[in-house]
Structure formats: C-alpha cells, structure tokens
C-alpha cells in the first residue's frame, strides 16, 4: 500500500510538534533537533516537518511506496509519458536511507517517489543536478515559487 508524503518547514520546530501532536492525537514516530516525522495511520499519510532554513511553507510532497518494484512502476509511468525523472539510488536525507525518483509538476510543486529501506544518523542531502542550485535535502528549488 502506498502512502501520501508531505514535507511542511517550518519556522519553531518544538511549537510545531505540539501542534502536529495535538493535531494527530499522537507524538511523532521519529524527533531530531531538526526534523520531525510521523508515521499515520489514519490517515495513511508520513508528514515529515524540518528547520532546515528554507522558507516556512510546503515543501514538497511525495509517495512512499512498499517495494522497489512499486518505485520502478511509478518512475516507469511518468517515463512512459515522456515525463524527465531524476533518480536516486540509497540516498541519505531526513535521517533515511531511501532509493528516490524525482519530478515537478507543471507549476513547479516537487513529487518525491522513494522506497526507504534504512536509516541514516544524519539529515543528509539530495544530490542535486549541476543545473540546479546545490540546496539541503528536501529544499525548495531556487527558482521555485512560493505557494499562495
């Protein structure tokens, strides 16, 4: 089964635990003095929060998926389209170890498809194409705008 990924930075991390728990009825499923990831359920969603000094806001959003054939048949369908996908294998970012296949909508919103299969003990970074402005892990693209 698949599951929704939305990724929120945001501006006091510790106010927004409270909040996301309150909002949740549970505390988060992993805490570090950055990040913040909880693992629902109900619904089937893994909403990760960070103060990784992007702008407060989504920041992109995702499908986690069971299996690395589940990854495969979704970057396979985008590249059936005629779609471009930057793919990545056993990255290291927001304390995982994950094979990752990335693309943006037509607006620009990042879709993150990825199979985690690890952790990491630190944050990590995306590695991000030389066309693209080097950014933190799961940073907005420079060029990108902000939503509302």
């Known amino acids: 089964m698949k ?4 990724h929120v930075s945001v501006e006091d991390l510790g106010t927004s635990i409270g909040f996301y728990s309150t909002l949740f009825g549970q505390g988060p499923s992993v805490t570090k003095p950055d990040y913040a990831k909880w693992m629902l359920d109900d619904p089937k969603v893994n909403f990760a ?3 990784r000094g992007a702008e407060a806001g989504l920041d992109h959003v995702g499908i986690q998926v069971e299996s690395e054939g589940e990854l495969r048949e979704l970057a396979g369908r985008l590249k059936a389209a005629g779609q471009t996908t930057r ?3 056993a990255a290291s970012c927001c304390y995982a170890q994950s094979h990752k296949s990335w693309i943006s909508d037509p607006s620009g919103l990042r879709w ?3 199979f985690t299969f690890g952790e ?5 970074e995306d590695d991000v194409p030389s066309d693209e402005p080097k950014a933190a892990c799961c940073a907005p693209r420079a060029d990108a705008k902000a939503c509302c």
Do not use: K, P, V, W
Request: glycine share 6%.
């Open 87 to 89: 793919d990545q294998e």
């Open 3 to 6: 599951r929704l990924h939305l």
């Open 112 to 114: 993150e498809t990825f």
């Open 120 to 124: 990491a003990t630190a944050y990590g």
């Open 49 to 51: 929060i960070s103060m």
